[in-house]
Nanobody, 122 residues
């Protein structure tokens, strides 16, 4: 069965950086579009970034552009989210997601991880 396991969350001061990782198993990783979402307390889950199967194409939410970078290593079955210049409003549980459809065509991702907490202090 498909498993997505996030890691790398934690507590960081505003202006700091974190790198999240998501290790995937139970799927042919390079045939899946991968994405990161986040959910802050009391808010709906929101899209952060996504990357195509090959890694050649990426897309970002406006809040992430210029600060976050999504990447993947298909040899390691892992997707990353490098987060720089973090702000208190980035505080949320960050989720990894996977789907076999093409980047830009996905409305609802099929597979989800359990999430990792990111807390940014002011």
């Amino acid at each position: 069965q498909v498993q997505l396991v996030e890691s790398g969350g934690g507590l960081v001061q505003a202006g700091g950086s974190l790198r999240l990782s998501c290790a995937a198993s139970g799927l042919t990783f390079n045939t899946y579009t991968m994405a990161w979402f986040r959910q802050a307390p009391g808010k709906e889950r929101e899209f952060v970034a996504a990357i195509s199967r090959s890694g050649a194409s990426t897309t970002y939410a406006g809040s992430a552009k210029g600060r976050f970078t999504i990447s993947r290593d298909n040899a390691k079955n892992t997707v990353y989210l490098q987060m720089n210049s973090l702000k208190p409003e980035d505080t949320a549980v960050y989720y990894c997601a996977a789907d076999r459809r093409l980047l830009g065509t996905i409305r609802q991702y099929d597979y989800w991880g359990q999430g990792t907490q990111v807390t940014v202090s002011s």
